[in-house]
């Protein structure tokens, strides 16, 4: 029988030397931009907003043009009307922007000179330069112009960051200094001391949440995150949330399944503490500045660990307002007073006892 034996110019690469090199090298190639290709498809650009930027640059002033006879006409309606915004920011560098802005909110769209307003922008334009989607933003006004009602405005802006202290699963917000011009009356305008909040869509995407669209019991609420609610709204002197009619308050869902509060507007509480602020009749209060705990426990212990967390935050939530430098330094005194009676009063067990320990009654004390 014949066999094949082939000659040595033609043995297979793999079989030779130098053609083993060749294909090892061309494996780590391979190998190398496989690599390459996996990494580049594990990255992601960072996710930039347009609150992003504002925060990150440090937006100072806005200067919002739209027609102001139109919005306050209309301020029941909700509409949207068209509007330009010019930024300026920190560096002197400064922007424009076409929008749109409605008026928003109920007691504040009623009582105020100008009520607050909902931003709106093109998500077309945003994807344009490079950020996402996340196109509303709300804007908190003063009832009107004047000194008493900057200091509110500032105080309650204060309320959201000592939040922000406490937990990541808060709203973000921006102080600004608006402008306000009419675009038919082109010498009109005003000029407000303001802030921008956060809207509830970017909360739940930059957190990884999922936005609620219905009101819960507090029973149904994550037990940790709704005490430091709890907490929260007793240590700044509000009663002026609802669970189950999402009164001042935002729900979403983590991963976990756990239904997480987010609270919000502060004007009404004592630390606060605007002329046109007042408890609720259902309360035990018959001011602001009274604290009422609003929730349902039969021990103490239930409560601790929120405690404890209150505690290792004490000296941060102090620091907040001691390096403000939008207030005189009297509103910052009386603001961080106020807060400390708050600490020598979770200090005391039997005091906290006496403040915590109850259930609330009448048809109210089941909504918390």
């Known amino acids: 029988?014949?066999?094949?034996?082939?000659?040595?110019?033609?043995?297979?690469?793999?079989?030779?030397?130098?053609?083993?090199?060749?294909?090892?090298?061309?494996?780590?190639?391979?190998?190398?931009?496989?690599?390459?290709?996996?990494?580049?498809?594990?990255?992601?650009?960072?996710?930039?907003?347009?609150?992003?930027?504002?925060?990150?640059?440090?937006?100072?002033?806005?200067?919002?043009?739209?027609?102001?006879?139109?919005?306050?006409?209309?301020?029941?309606?909700?509409?949207?009307?068209?509007?330009e915004m010019n930024l300026s920011f920190a560096d002197g560098t400064s922007k424009a922007v076409e929008l749109k802005v409605r008026p928003r909110g109920r007691f504040r769209n009623r009582f105020s000179e100008v009520p607050p307003l909902k931003i709106k922008l093109s998500k077309t334009s945003l994807k344009q330069e490079g950020l996402v989607s996340m196109n509303e933003l709300k804007l908190v006004l003063p009832l009107k112009n004047g000194n008493q009602q900057a200091t509110w405005v500032?105080?309650?802006?204060?309320?959201?960051?000592?939040?922000?202290?406490?937990?990541?699963?808060?709203?973000?917000?921006?102080?600004?200094?608006?402008?306000?011009?009419?675009?038919?009356?082109?010498?009109?305008s005003i000029r407000l001391k303001a802030f921008l909040i956060e809207d509830k869509e970017e909360v739940a995407s930059r957190l990884a949440l999922e936005q609620c669209r219905q009101s819960y019991q507090g029973a149904e609420l994550s037990p940790y995150h709704y005490q430091i609610v709890q907490l929260f709204q007793f240590m700044i002197g509000n009663t002026d949330w609802l669970p189950t009619t999402s009164h001042n308050i935002a729900f979403f869902r983590s991963s976990t399944q756990e239904v997480i509060p987010i609270p919000f507007d502060f004007d009404f509480s004592g630390l606060v503490s605007t002329s046109y602020a007042w408890p609720s009749d259902r309360m035990p209060i018959s001011n602001v500045k009274e604290r009422y705990f609003m929730g349902n426990y039969l021990s103490l212990q239930e409560l601790k660990p929120a405690i404890q967390h209150f505690q290792t935050k004490k000296a941060e939530l102090l620091q907040v307002i001691q390096d403000f430098t939008g207030l005189p330094k009297s509103e910052k005194r009386q603001m961080i007073k106020y807060l400390l009676s708050f600490f020598d009063l979770i200090s005391?067990?039997?005091?906290?006892?006496?403040?915590?320990?109850?259930l609330m009654e009448g048809p109210r004390g089941e909504h918390y």
């Open 1 to 83: 029988m014949k066999t094949y034996t082939p000659k040595p110019n033609r043995l297979s690469p793999w079989r030779d030397s130098l053609g083993r090199t060749n294909v090892i090298r061309l494996c780590f190639a391979m190998a190398f931009i496989l690599t390459s290709l996996i990494a580049q498809a594990q990255y992601e650009p960072p996710r930039v907003s347009f609150l992003d930027q504002l925060i990150e640059q440090e937006v100072q002033v806005i200067e919002l043009k739209t027609d102001l006879d139109s919005l306050l006409i209309n301020r029941k309606k909700y509409r949207y009307q068209k509007a």
């Open 154 to 188: 500032h105080k309650e802006y204060l309320a959201y960051k000592l939040y922000e202290k406490l937990t990541p699963y808060s709203f973000r917000t921006q102080l600004v200094e608006v402008v306000l011009r009419d675009t038919p009356k082109r010498k009109r």
């Open 348 to 358: 005391n067990d039997t005091m906290a006892k006496d403040q915590f320990v109850h």
